[in-house]
């Protein structure tokens, strides 16, 4: 970092911060606060716990394509729903996703921006938001619902943050916040049971074309697929009705 900050840029130089990002930040094994490098390797293991039969299964995405020429940096959210009877059997519920307005792309004024600026761990904390809304949608007769997230990060700053423990401020920070009040307000009071976890297989390649396609788009609807029948945008997530 030091010699891409003091030399001339160098691509191959690039790839190995962007590869030490993906394979050691991206992942909770390091983080980068002010202080310097932490290591996290004695925190809290990201959850890993099978999905709950029975209920509904939430799988989410999301993806930031750097500037490129005239277009700006932008970003998405994409999930699935599958119902998973008592078996573990998945079946298709819907797929949705929709672009990221931040106040960096989109302007101060704009009611939909929900950060100052595009970032990864912004994208996944807004799909987190997406699958918890839906999550309180679906409400108990669903049965329990388990969220995959992508990101042992992500996992971690939807916990409650543990006595002396000091988490660095971030552009996602208060999204991560309200995400953690609103997964314990619904495990508390909403009667629905919510179980994270954290996967290390890849994300499907038919739910990061979503979020592509999505950040792409100059559309702030969400894009709506339900299973069975044809695609659909609408101007906000619907809260009276349930897919």
Known sequence: ?????AGPPAAQ???AQRRFHDLWVATGVASTPKGGLRLNLLS?????APVAPSGVHL???AVLLPAAGKRPPCSAWALEAFNVDRHGTHTKRLRASGRIATTAT?????RACVAARHTWQVARQVAATQALRYAEQLGRRSGPVTITLPNATTARDLQQTRPGEDRPKSSHRHLACNNS???ERLNRNHGTQIVLRVTDSPTPLHLQQDAETAAR???LDTMLRPAGRAAHAIPIWDEARVM
Do not use: D, F, I, W
């Open 217 to 219: 788009s100059t559309s």
């Open 44 to 48: 809290t293991p990201p959850p890993t």
């Open 106 to 110: 989109h302007g101060a004024q704009n």
């Open 1 to 5: 970092m030091h010699k891409e900050r």
């Open 13 to 15: 130089e690039r790839s």
């Open 181 to 183: 009040r609103k997964l």
């Open 59 to 61: 799988r989410v995405a």
